[in-house]
C-alpha cells in the first residue's frame, strides 16, 4: 500500500462536525465527480468510498449506489463508484459544485477550510514516502481558478504551495519537508504524521553526519595538501644550501614539519612547544612558514631565470 492510501485511509476514519462534514464533502466531490442528471462519484480507495458513503447518508439521506470495477488501462487497483440519483439538484447547490471557486459559507472558520483541504486531498492530492523519494505534496486539479484558490488556501497555512500546468490540469505542489508535516498535522492524519517525521528526522540526521563528514575528510585533505607543499619548499632549500639559509626560528618548524609531515599547524605548534620548552602559537608557526615559502619561491624564481 502507497504511502498516500495510508494517509486517505487513516483521515477517512476521522469524524468531524455537520459543518467540517459538509466542507469536506464539497471538496472531494468537486474533484472526483461527474454530475449531470446524477452525481457520479469515482475513487481508488475502498475507506474513502466508504466515508463518501457514509457522509451521503448522514447529510442528505440518500444511499448511494455502489460498482465496483477493475482500474482502467490494466490497473490492478479497483475503483469505486458512487452514483446518486436523488436530491441531486439540492446537493450541487449546497456544495456548490456548479461554481469555480466554493462559497465563503463553506469556509467559514479555521475548522471548514481545514475540512476543506482534508477532502481536497482524499479526492486528488498525493504525498511522496519519504523512506523512497524526494519530499513532495500534490494536488491535481482541472481548472486554473480553482488551483489558485486552493494554493491560496493551503498559504494561508504557511505552506509555501506553487501552480503549475501539467499537460490538460494544474498541479497545486508543496515541496519543502517541514511544510508537508504540517499539511499532515493540519488535516489530522497523526498515524502518518509520526510516521513521516521519524523519517524527516532520520534523513536530515543523516545528511548533517554526512556533510560534517565530508566537511572534515575536506579539512584533511587541505592539511595533507599543505603539508605536503611546505615539505617541498623545505626539501628545495635543502638542495640550494641546506637550512643554514634560515634563521633559527624557521629552522625549527622546517625540522619539525619533515618529522611530521601530514600534522596540522595546530598540532605542530603543541608538539613543537612540548619537546622543545618553547612556547609558539598556530599563527607563530604559520607565519614562519611563510617566510620559508617566500625563500622557497625566490628560488623557484632564480631557476627560471
Known sequence: MSFTSTIKNEVSKLTSEKIENIAELSAFLKNSSTTTEMIRITTENASVARHIFHLMKQLYGVVSKITVRHGYNYNKNYVYILEITKRVEEIKKDLCLDKEVPSSYLLDDDSSKRAYLRGLFLSCGSINDPKKSRYHLEFLVDNFKYAKFCSLLLNEYGLNSKVLKRESKYMIYVK??????????????????????????????????NRLNNCEQANVDKIVETGMRQVEDIELIEVYGGLDLLSEKEKVVAIYRMKYKEASLLELSEIISIETSEKITKSG????????????NRIRQKEKE
Do not use: C, P, S, V
Open 176 to 209: 519543502e519537508a517541514e511544510k508537508i508535516g504540517d499539511f499532515l498535522r493540519m488535516i489530522h492524519a497523526i498515524q502518518a504524521l509520526f510516521y513521516y517525521e521519524d523519517i524527516r528526522i532520520y534523513r536530515d540526521h543523516k545528511n548533517m553526519t
Open 285 to 296: 608557526i604559520y607565519h614562519r612558514f611563510n617566510k620559508i615559502k617566500e625563500l622557497a
